[in-house]
């Protein structure tokens, strides 16, 4: 099985846009065209598609908050496997793999990564947990429950 990151563009922005959730998931993240449309606008973003064996299986978004806390915080803002391939065990195979890449990316510069999470999505809570994220008792903006994994 190979795992591929590829940065979103021009040429394949089109077809990440076809990357959508199941329909009791649409209220926990925002579409993937929403996503790149704010990365256009803001550049710390990094969209990033998510391929298996070089199939298009889901989507990321990360960044530096330059901003945020003593030095900024690096935030894993979106993650998500599309409605066609969940339930196959992708995201348990791609996430640590990212959250390799994301530190690798940040030279090591930045010990703990941050996502937050609504408090009544319990399955991706206990996903999160299960790979060493912890709430650190704060929510964000949007009064999401904040999470964070030290490398």
């Known amino acids: 099985m ?9 040429k394949n922005r089109t077809k990440a846009y076809k990357l959508k959730v199941a329909k009791n ?3 926990n993240i925002e579409t993937v065209y929403n996503c790149i449309k704010e990365a256009r606008k803001k550049n710390y973003w990094r969209p990033t598609i998510l391929k298996i064996d070089n199939v ?3 989507f990321a978004m990360y960044g530096l ?6 030095n900024g ?3 894993l803002d979106r993650f998500l496997i599309d409605k066609k391939y969940q339930n196959k065990g992708y995201a348990k195979i791609i996430l640590p793999i990212l959250l390799e890449k994301i530190k ?3 030279n ?16 991706a809570i206990n996903f999160y947990k299960k790979l060493g994220f912890n709430f650190n008792g704060e929510k964000d903006i949007n ?8 490398f």
Do not use: A, H, P, T
Not at 2 to 10: H, R, S, Y
Not at 65 to 70: L, S
Not at 111 to 123: H, M
């Open 65 to 70: 908050f330059k901003n945020e806390g003593k």
């Open 25 to 27: 998931q649409k209220n």
């Open 108 to 123: 090591y510069n930045y010990n703990k990564v941050y996502l937050s999470v609504y408090e009544n999505n319990i399955i």
């Open 2 to 10: 190979q795992i591929q990151f590829e940065k979103v563009n021009k």
């Open 73 to 75: 915080r690096v935030w």
């Open 104 to 106: 690798n990316e940040y």
């Open 143 to 150: 009064g999401e429950l904040v999470m964070v994994k030290k």
């Open 56 to 58: 298009y299986v889901g």
